[in-house]
């Protein structure tokens, strides 16, 4: 496959850095999984990667034409996805310092898979990072659309386990968030480590 695909491996290289490297997704696995433990990363990872992985299949067909032709709505699309996730840097922000052992119990701050999924669709740089990974990867001729589905399948193969590694990370974490002290210092760091990337990403 790969002499018909040459560009896969390189494609695999940027699948991993894109999907490792911090960013709004990454903090939020990471703080889910320490706030409420593994399990509640799952659904995150899930719906982020997945959603993603549908953006590059769409884009692969010609869906995402639009971000290019109509600047406005690009505008409009980052500028909703700051305000989303400012919001949900506010609610980590503030949210009770209590312990762990009580924080588990508290499911209705959690993100969800729909939440996580519906970031990517309103983040106009996933849309462009989509539109760059066909651009630059698919190829032309009567193979591209093949090689969109791989590139699809691949992105999503390789950011579950990027992902999973920042729920690692949050849920090693936890050991240290066993007072209502020490919940409200992480609370309060994740809240603002989300709302910098969310507005870096945005001027950037």
């Given amino acids: 496959m790969l002499s018909s695909f040459p560009t896969l491996l390189p494609f695999l290289l940027f699948a991993f850095v894109a999907s490792i490297t911090p960013g709004p997704t990454n903090i939020l696995v990471l703080s889910n999984s320490a706030r409420f433990g593994l399990a509640a990363a799952v659904p995150i990872i899930l719906g982020a990667c997945a959603s993603a992985a549908m953006l590059v299949l769409l884009v692969g067909t010609g869906a995402g034409s639009s971000l290019t032709q109509w600047p406005l709505l690009q505008t409009l699309m980052q500028w909703a996805g700051v305000a989303w ?4 840097a506010w609610q980590i922000y503030r949210a009770p310092a209590i312990a762990i052992a009580t924080a588990t119990a508290q499911a209705e701050q959690r993100l969800g898979l729909l939440g996580a999924a519906s970031l990517q669709w309103i983040n106009p740089k996933t849309w462009m990072m989509a539109l760059a990974v ?3 990867f ?4 009567e193979d591209r659309f093949v090689h969109v589905l791989y590139l699809s399948l691949a992105f999503f193969l390789v950011s579950l386990p990027c992902l999973g590694v920042w729920a690692l990370l949050g849920a090693g974490s936890s050991r240290w968030l066993r007072s209502p ?13 989300l709302l910098g990337s969310a507005w870096l990403s945005a001027l950037a």
């Fill in 181 to 193: 002290r020490a919940m409200q210092r992480f609370n309060r760091g994740m809240g603002l480590l």
């Fill in 138 to 141: 698919a190829g032309v001729g």
């Fill in 85 to 88: 996730l400012s919001y949900l």
């Fill in 134 to 136: 066909v651009s630059v």
